[in-house]
């Protein structure tokens, strides 16, 4: 379960709690457990399984487990040149955020 459908399922079980309806729900997951391969892995093995492991290593991982190939838009990534490679603190991104939106002008 990728972390936006997760948050799916929390909501219905709140809903389920907070309402006492118990109708069957339907909760359909859009997004690739590619996206969030660190996550999905983190949850369905334990941490030692990524331990060390750049992205692309944790990519082939998943599809070796799940059986599905990792879409081509992400594996093609490996190849691209970095384009962005600024990282700033949690409590600087406001400051940051302004500085680039200046910059675009």
């Known amino acids: 379960v990728d972390p936006h ?22 909760i359909v997951s859009t997004a690739s457990p590619f ?16 331990s060390g492991k750049n992205e692309f290593e944790m990519l082939q991982q998943l599809s ?3 059986g599905y190939s990792v879409p081509p ?13 600024m990282v700033c603190e949690k409590e600087d991104m406001s400051v940051v955020i302004k500085q680039i939106l200046n910059q675009s002008k």
């Open 73 to 85: 838009a992400l594996e093609a990534l490996e190849n691209e040149p970095i384009r962005h490679e």
């Open 35 to 50: 996206k969030f391969n660190e996550s999905v892995l983190s949850a369905i093995e334990d941490s030692d399984c990524i």
């Open 64 to 66: 070796e487990m799940s």
């Open 5 to 26: 459908t997760a948050v799916a399922w929390q909501v219905g079980d709140r809903y389920r709690e907070q309402t006492g309806d118990h109708t069957t729900q339907i």
